[in-house]
Nanobody, 126 residues
Framework: QVQLVESGGGLVQPGGSLRLSCAAS????????MGWFRQAPGKEREGVAY????????YYTDSVKGRFTIVKDRAKNTVSLQMNSLKPEDTAVYYC???????????????????WGQGTQVTVAS
C-alpha cells in the first residue's frame, strides 16, 4: 500500500501558473507509473499526465500539451505537475494516482491506477 497526498492547489487568474505536488508515503521503487487526473463538476474524471518512474517517459492529454509539465523526484518520493498558461477550463479537482504496472497505451484510464490521493482543488478565474 501507498498513500498519496496532493498539495499546491488554489485560485489563480487565467494565464497564471500553479505547481501541484504529490507525495508518496514511502519510497516509490516498486511503482511504475504516477500521474494526475482531474474532474470538473458534472464531468467524468480525465487523465491529464503521467510519468514512468524508471524510464522517465511522459504522457500528456492533448489539451495540456505545451502548458503542463510532469516531473519526478524519486529521492523525495514526489511527482509534481507544473501548470502554466492556465485556462478557466482547467478548473477541476486534481487527483494524484499511482500503480505498480505500466498503464495502457493511449488515453489515461482511471482503472489502470490502484492508488489515489484525496484531490486538490484548482480554480482558474479572474
Amino acid at each position: 500500500q501507498v498513500q498519496l497526498v496532493e498539495s499546491g492547489g488554489g485560485l489563480v487568474q487565467p494565464g497564471g501558473s500553479l505547481r501541484l505536488s504529490c507525495a508518496a508515503s514511502r519510497d516509490t521503487l516498486d511503482l511504475t507509473a504516477m500521474g494526475w487526473f482531474r474532474q470538473a463538476p458534472g464531468k467524468e474524471r480525465e487523465g491529464v499526465a503521467y510519468i514512468l518512474l524508471m524510464a522517465g517517459n511522459r504522457y500528456y492529454t492533448d489539451s495540456v500539451k505545451g502548458r503542463f509539465t510532469i516531473v519526478k523526484d524519486r529521492a523525495k518520493n514526489t511527482v509534481s505537475l507544473q501548470m502554466n498558461s492556465l485556462k478557466p477550463e482547467d478548473t477541476a479537482v486534481y487527483y494524484c494516482a499511482a500503480d505498480f504496472f505500466r498503464p495502457s497505451p493511449g488515453d489515461m484510464l482511471a482503472k489502470d491506477y490502484e492508488f489515489w490521493g484525496q484531490g486538490t482543488q484548482v480554480t482558474v478565474a479572474s
